[in-house]
């Protein structure tokens, strides 16, 4: 299995920008469907942004033209560049592994990290 750890959450103002970063060890993430997704108190999860073993991208209708979703394979580590940040966004962030959203569904989710908090005010 691969363990994921998120960083680079905060507390920011609308309009401003933050860059997630998950860094992955015990497999490489090469060979594997990586999404973030995001899930506020009382709300449902929710996908953000997944990146194919090929580099093929989707967003959510939310985050097209604000959020970036990138790979560096050499840093085994997923990115998700957050731009125009609104207050709808504050929830808490992950990201996951070999879960190929939008197409897999909610039981595929088996391994992904801890979290890291974005809140916008």
């Known amino acids: 299995d691969v363990q994921l750890v998120e960083s680079g959450g905060g507390s920011v103002q609308a309009g401003g920008s933050l860059r997630l970063s998950c860094v992955a060890s015990?497999?490489?993430?090469?060979?594997?469907?990586m999404a973030w997704f995001r899930q506020a108190p009382g709300k449902e999860r929710e996908g953000v942004a997944a990146?194919?073993?090929?580099?093929?991208?989707a967003y959510a209708d939310s985050a097209t033209g604000r959020f970036t979703i990138s790979r560096d394979n050499t840093k085994n580590t997923l990115y998700l560049q957050m731009n125009s940040l609104k207050p709808e966004d504050t929830a808490m962030y992950y990201c996951?592994?070999?879960?190929?959203?939008?197409?897999?569904?909610?039981?595929?989710?088996?391994?992904r990290g801890q979290g890291t908090q974005v809140t916008v005010s």
């Open positions: 996951a592994a070999d879960w190929c959203w939008p197409d897999a569904s909610a039981a595929d989710l088996t391994n």
């Open positions: 990146i194919d073993s090929r580099n093929g991208t």
């Open positions: 015990g497999d490489t993430i090469s060979r594997y469907c």
